[in-house]
């Protein structure tokens, strides 16, 4: 019996939640360095994170193939962009757990502020309150030790994930790319199986097919403005962006919903992104 009720549970949440269509978008740099452009990175403060942003951010600039990228040991200045990040880092409590504050700066070639971000982070030493104390007191004693910041072991802490996620965070802003993004489509199987059949076929990419079975399915319930709002989407996905308002707008007069309406508004959004990408990557 409990079974029979965990399947039935189980059925209405994946009726209720729909079916989730993924679409390919362009997406423009925030701020476009110049294609082919040699970014250097340079970072100071707290060393083991300070260095392994420095490491990041070089790998992602690279894996990105947008732009070429270069390490510095100082201030990277000569005419090019540069991504220059500040680490500070507070003082580690009893607990073991300290802050660490992280700034970026990206320049332009005329050495001009082009984005910025801030970052906090709590973070806790992996040593017990006793190693602590006794490496800050070897520190004091070899004149190692400052009053604003202790010394800081690279096996205290795994600083890798940090560095590649905020390394990663800032290089999506200063790098065009194409991505997948969701819509769901409201398909109750039990009142169309046709129109749950159709998105099915479009989120597995097969768009003639998605069109096919979405018209069938507007015939077997006319009226319903999820029909039309799928065959929006099929005409999202080929670029037919005049048809596709046209789609949106029939279900929006259908029952005057938002969504019918953001699909229109979110078409155009589409149009001026991939405009934009294009001109970044010179096609």
Not at 4 to 17: F, K
Not at 149 to 176: E, G
């Amino acid at each position: 019996m409990k079974a029979l009720i965990y399947s039935v549970l189980a059925s209405t949440l994946l009726v209720s939640c729909g079916t989730s269509v993924g679409l390919v978008q362009y997406v423009p740099a925030r701020v476009n360095l110049g294609s082919g452009s040699v970014v250097q990175v340079s970072s100071r403060g707290h060393y083991p994170l300070a260095r392994e942003l420095s490491s990041a951010t070089t790998r992602a600039l690279a894996d990105g193939g947008y732009y070429r990228a270069t390490e510095t040991g100082s201030m990277p200045w000569g005419g090019q962009p540069a991504i220059v990040w500040d680490v500070d880092k507070g003082y580690t409590d009893d607990d073991g757990y300290s802050s660490i504050r992280v700034h970026v700066n990206v320049y332009d070639s005329s050495r001009s502020i082009v984005y910025s971000d801030s970052y906090s982070e709590s973070v806790k030493d992996s040593r017990s309150l006793a190693e602590r104390e006794r490496d800050r007191e070897r520190d004091k004693k070899h004149n190692r030790w400052s009053s604003s910041s202790y010394r800081d072991y690279d096996n205290s802490y795994d600083y890798r994930w940090m560095a590649d996620r905020m390394a990663k965070d800032v290089v999506r802003c200063l790098t065009p790319r194409k991505e997948t993004y969701y819509e769901t489509v409201d398909t109750d199987q039990k009142k169309n199986p046709l129109l749950l059949q159709a998105a099915r076929m479009l989120a597995s990419g097969n768009a003639d097919a998605a069109d096919s079975l979405a018209r069938q399915a507007r015939q077997a319930v006319p009226g319903d403005p999820e029909n039309e709002y799928l065959l929006g989407l099929v005409e999202r996905s080929r670029k037919n962006y005049a048809a596709s308002n046209a789609h949106f707008q029939a279900a929006h007069n259908m029952a005057p919903d938002s969504k019918y309406a953001d699909g229109i508004r979110k078409n155009s959004e589409l149009q001026g992104n991939e405009a934009a990408y294009r001109a970044q990557m010179g096609r």
